[in-house]
T-cell receptor, first 114, second 115 residues
Framework: AQSVTQLGSHVSVSEGALVLLRCNYSSSVPPYLFWYVQYPNQGLQLLLK??????LVKGINGFEAEFKKSETSFHLTKPSAHMSDAAEYFCAVEGEAGGFKTIFGAGTRLFVKA | DTGVSQNPRHKITKRGQNVTFRCDPISEHNRLYWYRQTLGQGPEFLTYFQNEAQLEKSRLLSDRFSAERPKGSFSTLEIQRTEQGDSAMYLCASSARTGVNTEAFFGQGTRLTVV
């Protein structure tokens, strides 16, 4: 079965500092991987997705993620945090081959300090 | 079309009552998903439709839960005899699988509170 593990339920950074949110996945088939962002009382918005093309994926709002098969990781980074980046971030993997549900990690809440 | 629409946004109900939520997906999307999200957790898959066919249901979806998508357009999720443990955000998403574009677009959710 496919799964994702997000390391750290909370991450706090200063404004302007590097953002690093960690995600490791488990999959028996080449995965499709996603990062979503959720603001309070809102639905999820796709930040970026990996679909077996380039291993370094660039997304919206200056975020990017690198797929590392050897480490089964898909960490999310942003060089310089902004106050508006404070939100909940979810790493996700598409389900089993032939299945279509997306499996989400437990989420990492990002706090940005002024 | 401005995206996936869910109604109502909030619902407070007494334990034991039935509730129904509606989801209107993006019009050209043939796939529709329901997820449940509890506080501090990621969304958990409940069920999935391709057009009007319900192709997969999670074990989380007890007999009190039923979902329909009668004409392959909007969908409803009904919870009968609600329990306090049903309190959660219910998210709907839709997607159109073309090539490798498997992105699911989410609605803003319906927050259910059972008192």
């Amino acid at each position: 079965a496919q799964s994702v593990t997000q390391l750290g339920s909370h991450v706090s950074v200063s404004e302007g500092a590097l953002v690093l949110l960690r995600c490791n996945y488990s999959s028996s088939v080449p995965p499709y991987l996603f990062w979503y962002v959720q603001y309070p009382n809102q639905g999820l918005q796709l930040l970026l997705k990996y679909t077996s093309a380039a291993t370094l994926v660039k997304g919206i709002n200056g975020f990017e993620a690198e797929f590392k098969k050897s480490e089964t990781s898909f960490h999310l980074t942003k060089p310089s945090a902004h106050m508006s980046d404070a939100a909940e971030y979810f790493c996700a993997v598409e389900g089993e081959a032939g299945g279509f549900k997306t499996i989400f990690g437990a989420g990492t809440r990002l706090f940005v300090k002024a | 079309d401005t995206g996936v629409s869910q109604n109502p946004r909030h619902k407070i109900t007494k334990r034991g009552q039935n509730v129904t939520f509606r989801c209107d997906p993006i019009s050209e999307h043939n796939r529709l998903y329901w997820y449940r999200q509890t506080l501090g957790q990621g969304p958990e898959f409940l069920t999935y439709f391709q057009n009007e066919a319900q192709l997969e249901k999670s074990r989380l979806l007890s007999d009190r839960f039923s979902a329909e998508r009668p004409k392959g357009s909007f969908s409803t999720l009904e919870i009968q005899r609600t329990e306090q443990g049903d309190s959660a955000m219910y998210l709907c998403a839709s997607s159109a699988r073309t090539g490798v574009n498997t992105e699911a677009f989410f609605g803003q959710g319906t927050r259910l509170t059972v008192v």
